[in-house]
């Protein structure tokens, strides 16, 4: 079947036709850069990794864009908390993302503009509204979007004008000329970061961002825009209006979000205390089997992260790879309706769940037939999704553990044993396989010879 997208705008699956034939831009709304990455932005950067692999799959040449905030309230007051410069921390945040993405084999971005690098970008358009009455400076020196200007407002999220001007009357300021519109520029207060703006001494508010970043990037009108269930409104809702009414065209073909993470059934929150980052869950489980835990829920659903949930995903994974000791891959079989049932699932708006199933009928058969073509071709679907990426023998022995033994100690036990047994001293040869398994290593005796593998 041909590819289909739900679209969160028209609230329907739709045949996914490109606005250039052969070629697709899509634009994510990155990570603000002040912390540690956590379980929810791991989803938000599986997901789209995921997606655009499986649009290259299909031979489509993609410009995958995801933005990097690197200035805001929260990135000035953490600098300020840390007595470190804002350049400083974003910098060294960035880089303990990357390094997060490249653990979980998340593929860097075509493009990953910095807000801060697009400064002129972001005052043009803000001019541009300005100039169109679509915008107003304010008293104070901020600039704000007139939101009743823009009559489609509320189209993505199904918000009408009249609910969210009663909910907004709450909110009481003076300084806008209704209390729905939304900040385009920020006067800049003491000691903050500021730039040169016709308005005066500033900085961009959140919203018009994306807008300027995503439109230098990828143009007017493009194919894809995405990000999580949490920034349908009020932030890409705003970026339509501000969007389309700088520009004059339609915005974007298709909206993509992710569901939310729950921790235990309950909304992840700091305030909660059931926060977790990203580094702090590959210290208990291999990138590979977060993964898969992360995919194995449909992207619009929710995701429970839980211990029992991911001790699952552990046992799945374990199970692929298993298959891949059965036999050693060979190139992949050619026209398999194992290809043609997860290509199928995979193009009806990108139904992961269902593509491992399909892996799992595949490894039953490779565990059946010993082929080596079958075996090839579970790693290449595999691979299409981000997994089976390592042989067996490394991902076992690369599971996280509280061992107090490494590996040069595990295998000098191991030479002990096979020494025990050769003496015929069975009782310290089981005396060791006993001490090992207590600290999760699992010794496994072939005809070749011991191997290990940590539970």
Known sequence: MALHIYNTETRQKELFTPIHPGQVGIYVCGVTVYDFCHIGHARVMVVFDTVVRHLRSLGYDVNYVRNITDIDDKIIKRALENGESIQALTTRMIEEMHAD???????????????????????????????????????????????????????????????????????????????????????????????DSNWGDGRPGWHIECSAMSTKCLGNHFDIHGGGMDLSFPHHENEIAQSECATGEHYVNTWMHCGFVRIDDEKMSKSLNNFFTIREVLKMY???????????????????Y?????????????????????????????????????????????????????????AKEVNKQKDAGLCGLLVKLANQIGLLTQSPEMFFKSQPSDSEFDETQIEALIEERKQARADKNFARSDEIRDLLLEQGIELLDTAEGTSWRRT
């Open 306 to 362: 839980s211990q029992e949930n991911l001790e699952a995903a552990k046992a799945s994974v374990g199970r692929l790879y298993s298959a891949l000791e059965a036999v050693e891959p060979g190139e992949a079989v050619q026209d398999s309706q194992f290809e043609k049932d997860f290509m199928d699932v995979m193009n009806d708006d990108f139904n992961t769940p269902k593509a491992m199933a399909v892996l799992f009928e595949l």
């Open 101 to 195: 993405e490249a653990a979980m084999n998340v593929l860097r971005p075509d493009m990953e503009p910095k807000a801060t690098e697009y400064m002129d970008e972001i005052q043009q358009m803000i001019q541009t509204l300005i100039d169109k009455g679509y915008a107003y400076p304010a008293t104070n020196g901020d600039v704000y979007f007139k939101v009743k200007s823009f009559k489609e407002y509320g189209r993505l999220s199904g918000k009408n004008l009249e609910e969210l001007e009663a909910g907004s009357r709450v909110e009481v300021n003076e300084i806008k000329q209704d209390p729905m519109d939304f900040v385009l520029w920020k006067a800049s207060k003491e000691n903050e970061p500021a730039w």
């Open 286 to 304: 291999h990138p590979e089997v977060i993964r898969y835990f992360l995919l194995a829920s449909h992207y619009r659903s929710p995701v429970n």
